[in-house]
């Protein structure tokens, strides 16, 4: 298995992108953060009023982001981490597929997000964490 620092060094150093393309075929994400979360949502056993339950964010909103309609901010995909009782691990891959930052265990709220996640803990219980620190809540504003 090669690291994100290994692909990035050998993109530098490639003079053929269609070579590194099909050497490191098996190493480059495919997925679209729809088919994604559908294919969360099928190995969790989850339907999506679970998730719309324990994210706290709107049906519509939600429907949005599965139907691959809506780009969800990264408080709100980790809202929807939560509502899939997803790990750690899983919420890091979901952020990267979206383009977003990924859960960063030296910036202290990111640190207590992925506390939150390993404890499984509710949305509710982690916007409590992040206010008792003094930092702001998950945004679950419906949309």
Same mark, same amino acid.
């Not at 202290?108 to 206010?131: C, G, H, K, W, Y």
């Given at each position: 298995?090669?690291?994100?620092? +290994?692909?990035?060094? +050998?993109?530098?150093?490639?003079?053929?992108? +269609?070579d590194y393309?099909? @050497?490191?075929?098996?190493?480059?994400?495919?997925?679209?953060?729809?088919?994604?979360?559908?294919?969360?949502?099928? $190995?969790?056993?989850?339907?999506? *009023?679970?998730?719309?339950?324990? %994210?706290?964010?709107?049906?519509?909103?939600?429907?949005?982001?599965? *139907?691959? &309609?809506?780009?969800?901010?990264?408080d709100k995909?980790? *809202?929807?981490?939560?509502?899939?009782?997803?790990?750690? !691990? $899983? @919420? &890091?891959?979901?952020?990267?597929?979206?383009?977003?930052?990924?859960?960063?265990?030296?910036? +202290?709220?990111?640190?207590?997000?992925?506390?939150?996640? &390993?404890? !499984?803990? =509710?949305?509710? !219980?982690?916007?409590?964490?992040?206010?008792?620190?003094?930092? %702001?809540?998950?945004? =679950? @504003?419906? $949309?």
């Open positions: 298995m090669k690291s994100t620092d +290994e692909l990035a060094h +050998e993109i530098k150093t490639v003079t053929n992108i +269609e393309l099909s @050497t490191n075929k098996m190493y480059l994400i495919k997925d679209s953060l729809s088919s994604h979360l559908h294919m969360l949502l099928a $190995e969790k056993g989850l339907r999506r *009023a679970d998730v719309i339950r324990d %994210s706290l964010l709107g049906r519509a909103y939600v429907y949005r982001i599965f *139907a691959g &309609q809506k780009i969800p901010s990264r995909l980790i *809202a929807l981490a939560f509502g899939m009782h997803l790990t750690d !691990e $899983e @919420t &890091q891959k979901m952020l990267k597929l979206s383009g977003n930052r990924e859960l960063y265990a030296k910036d +202290e709220r990111d640190a207590l997000i992925l506390f939150a996640l &390993q404890r !499984e803990m =509710t949305v509710m !219980e982690t916007n409590s964490l992040l206010f008792d620190h003094r930092f %702001s809540i998950l945004d =679950t @504003t419906k $949309e």
